[in-house]
């Protein structure tokens, strides 16, 4: 299996920018894709983001496809979360997570195996 570990949280400003990232561990990671999700309290687990194994392919929830960039250093075992203009609505842990087959574009957490801790992103406005 695959560890993840999720890091580059915080607090930031309304506009501001932060980049997560997720190390991962264990099995090889350029087998797996890649995705992020968050939840806020209260709120089911939504997907955000998600690359494809060969970073040649990536897909996002329409409220962050023009402010949010997913990325992957294959060489570092890591993926990211590049997150500008960031907004209030934003605020949520995100979790990173992994899988050898779910397609990048599925938005059912269930269907990814694999789970990091997650890492609190606090926007204030």
């Not at 264990?26 to 797996?32: A, C, D, L, P, V």
């Not at 995705?35 to 040649?56: C, D, H, L």
């Not at 269907?111 to 890492?119: F, I, L, R, S, V």
Request: proline share 2%; glycine share 8%.
């Amino acid at each position: 299996q695959v560890q993840l570990v999720e890091s580059g949280g915080g607090l930031v400003q309304t506009g501001g920018s932060l980049r997560l990232s997720c190390a991962a561990s264990g099995r090889t990671f350029s087998n797996y894709n890649i995705a992020w999700f968050r939840q806020a309290p209260e709120k089911e687990r939504e997907f955000v983001a998600a690359i494809s194994w060969s970073g040649g392919a990536t897909y996002y929830v329409d409220s962050v496809e023009d402010r949010f960039t997913i990325s992957r250093d294959t060489a570092k075992n890591t993926a990211y979360l590049q997150m500008n203009s960031l907004k209030a609505e934003d605020t949520a842990v995100y979790y990173c997570a992994a899988d050898r087959v779910t397609a990048i574009s599925t938005m059912t957490p269930r269907a990814w195996d694999y789970w990091g801790q997650g890492t609190q992103v606090t926007v204030s406005s």
